[in-house]
């Protein structure tokens, strides 16, 4: 049914995706819970930068990227000097690149969460005697949660169908950087390929449509244990 | 004892609030918009005064001179709200137990039985908030309240938000809580009745 190369770029386009919702998972949260608790000087620039990605075009953030983590970038040397890795060319580049990308969508699902939260509650915590990072933890965290596993979804969808910035930053290197999106893409240059195009694009609909669901799921079984 | 003596601005509402005297439990009333919760959450660390100091019973938690401000989570205050604010996510155990001032080793003033003795909730301690009464709720927000091992115990108007009957059926628990529980409490209300019933002295705000 399924072409060897197609099959790849499928499990591909799922590794990069997974580890790019997962890794902005930590820095998302913290930013939101930054942008929706705090007040400080240049909130709205951070918050305008958070949104770049979503109005840039990507192939200037693949640019950027390019750039900075290629081979003679100031990040690129650094993480090959200290830690001997690169990511130029490599799943992990399209991982990042995918995540920059989905970055302002899991902040805006979390941050929303996290604004919901009554912030009556995180004060009878702190006169519990709870430290303001066990308040975040016991309180804010898990009602916050529903957000959480939105924002994590979102930033997966969108990097399983990220093309612009990963194709730019890592190329389409066959079993590498070749996602599902750059797999397409691919088959749009050969003659004959528009089975394969249709296969895809039915997988695309499936994984994303998958996530969506999964993710209602889990809300919704979450408010009901919160009921009981 | 308990010793207030600040300066409050909350937008356009200002007033300095003096507060001293031996009685234990001191009722705090007045009109509302008389700022009477403000001096709660002042005494708590929820609001920062302007000036002044605040000290319970030797211990300063405010003083702007000094620049001492006691953050709320180590003041070891026991704040039973108007609306309860339990934690929706746990039981009402896992509310009880949230407290992290005690020790655990038996040598705290509260433990946890004798908290669920004290206020009957015994019944109630794998329910969820969502499925208490509001007097249950109130019962179970004062035994969290006490489970911190708080030094001081504040009460903000516990009940406004209960209909008549409820009222009186929580009177008699704040009553027992006052007699046996010797921490000095501040017990804010702008209802005479229930005043009259707790409290062994009244600081009007007017």
């Known amino acids: 049914m399924f072409t060897p190369e197609e099959l790849t770029a499928v499990a591909l386009s799922l590794k990069v995706a997974v580890a790019a919702a997962l890794a902005s998972l930590p820095l998302g949260v913290a930013t939101a819970w930054v942008l929706a608790r705090r007040d400080f000087p240049g909130k709205s620039l951070l918050d305008a930068l958070v949104h770049l990605p979503l109005v840039l075009p990507p192939v200037v953030v693949g640019y950027a990227l390019l750039v900075a983590f290629g081979h003679g970038g100031a990040a690129g040397r650094f993480l090959a000097e200290h830690f001997g890795i690169s990511i130029a060319f490599r799943w992990t580049g399209a991982a990042l690149a995918s995540a920059i990308m989905g970055f302002p969508l899991m902040v805006r699902a979390v941050r929303l969460a996290i604004e919901s939260v009554d912030r009556r509650l995180e004060q009878a915590a702190a006169t519990l005697g709870a430290s303001p990072l066990r308040v975040f933890l016991t309180v804010t965290l898990p009602l916050a949660w529903p957000g959480l596993v939105a924002g994590t979804v979102l930033a997966f969808a969108k990097a399983l169908g990220e093309f612009g910035a990963t194709i730019t930053f890592v190329s389409s290197i066959p079993g590498e950087t070749r996602t599902l999106s750059s797999e397409i893409y691919g088959l749009m240059q050969t003659p004959g390929g528009e089975a394969g195009i249709w296969r895809l694009a039915i997988v695309a609909v499936a994984i994303s449509l998958a996530a969506l669901l999964a993710s209602e799921w889990l809300v919704r079984r979450q408010r009901h244990a919160e009921r009981d | ?206």
């Open chain 2, 1 to 206: 004892m308990l010793e207030i003596d600040i300066h409050l601005r909350r937008g356009r509402f200002e007033r300095d609030v003096r507060i001293s005297g031996e009685a234990r439990v001191l009722a705090l009333t007045g009109p509302s918009g008389a700022g009477k919760t403000s001096v709660l959450n002042a005494i708590a660390g929820l609001v920062r005064p302007v000036s002044g100091r605040i000290a319970i019973d030797g211990r300063t938690l405010f003083d702007s001179a000094a620049r001492i401000d006691v953050p709320t989570h180590r003041r070891r205050i026991g704040y039973v709200f108007q609306d309860a604010r339990l934690f929706p996510h746990r039981d009402v155990r896992g509310n009880l137990r949230y407290g992290r001032h005690g020790t655990g080793r038996g040598t705290d003033a509260f433990s946890l039985e004798a908290v669920v003795e004290l206020l009957g909730i015994g019944g109630l301690l794998a329910r969820r908030p969502a499925n208490l009464s509001g007097g249950e709720a109130q019962r179970v927000a004062i035994g969290r309240a006490l489970l911190s091992q708080p030094a001081i115990l504040l009460f903000d108007e516990p009940l406004s938000a209960l209909d008549q009957a409820r009222r009186e059926e929580l009177i008699p628990w704040l009553q027992k809580v006052r007699d046996e529980v010797r921490l000095p409490m501040v017990y804010v209300s702008h209802t005479q009745d229930d005043v009259r019933r707790i409290a062994e002295a009244v600081h009007v705000l007017d």
